[in-house]
């Protein structure tokens, strides 16, 4: 087959001045992350020659955090590229396996641990979003424990950013030294259908945001009151599609593995 120019933003990680957010869940600034990930603290832009199929090897920082981007997979899973919603190139996650080893891979982000870690949250406020289209066996799927989207800490630990779908619903869950506070959707989201999904954490609330980017339908929003307290992960990593361990490795209890396809992630910590 042959190689295809393609464009993909994949990823715009973030840390930015308190400024409102847009529509799109992007802070305004002077450059829109949404258009070019250059002014970024970490952006990925994906325009070189990739071939839908091949296996997504990793990738680079284009923006100014000291970041390590790479793939992590377990039970054979891999990542593919695949077309994205916009006409370019999007990240293709393993499909749903009913029986056998449980293929599961995830983008992992490390952050220096020699440095400041600069996508730790604190106590400001926080925008985590993402394009994706789920496959039809993420919704309703007996057993599913939640589908992870983005997440950075585990369940139990002192910190934790998460959105996912859970049994098809998206929620997201935020956690740190004054407890946790999770909102949800009312409803699980129409599978092989591209959504942007954006939690926002301001001041004492955490918002929830579903647009769907198929229709003409008005974004739907959930909110929940309440404050996290200081949200520090001390160099634990990021990671997009599945769960991971302290070590980056994917969970070996659950992997929580989202099934489907995944175009655009923007963490911003302002």
Not at 49 to 65: E, F, I, K, R, S
Not at 232 to 260: C, N, T, W, Y
Request: hydrophobic fraction near 40%; proline fraction near 8%.
């Amino acid at each position: 087959m042959p190689a295809r120019k393609v464009g993909l933003v994949l990823l715009a990680l973030g840390i930015a001045g308190g400024c409102g957010v847009s529509d799109g869940a992007v802070p305004p600034r002077a450059h829109d992350p949404a258009r070019g990930l250059r002014e970024v603290d970490l952006g990925l832009g994906f325009d070189e020659v990739v071939v839908p199929g091949d296996l997504v090897p990793g990738a680079v920082n284009d923006g100014t955090a000291r970041v390590d981007i790479s793939v992590v997979t377990a039970g054979g899973g891999r990542l593919t590229w695949t077309p994205g919603r916009g006409g370019g190139a999007a990240v293709r996650t393993p499909a749903y396996a009913a029986e056998g080893a449980v293929p599961a891979a995830a983008i992992l982000v490390r952050t220096d641990p020699a440095a400041p870690d600069p996508l730790d949250p604190g106590s400001n406020d926080l925008v985590v979003s993402v394009d994706f289209r789920a496959d039809p066996a993420t919704a309703g799927r007996a057993g599913d424990d939640g589908d992870n989207l983005v997440q950075r800490g585990r369940f139990g630990e002192p910190a934790q950013l998460k959105i996912q779908l859970d049994h098809g619903v998206p929620s997201c869950r935020l956690a740190g030294t004054a407890g946790e506070v999770l909102v949800a959707g009312d409803g699980p989201v129409t599978p092989e259908r591209w959504y942007r999904l954006t939690c926002t954490r301001a001041g004492a609330a955490v918002r929830l945001r579903l647009v769907d980017l198929e229709g003409s339908a008005a974004p739907r929003e959930w909110t929940a009151t309440g404050d996290p307290g200081v949200i520090s992960f001390g160099h634990v990593p990021l990671s997009i599609g599945a769960k991971v361990a302290e070590r980056g490795r994917i969970a070996g209890d659950s992997a929580d593995q989202f099934h489907g396809t995944i175009d655009r992630v923007v963490v911003d910590v302002r």
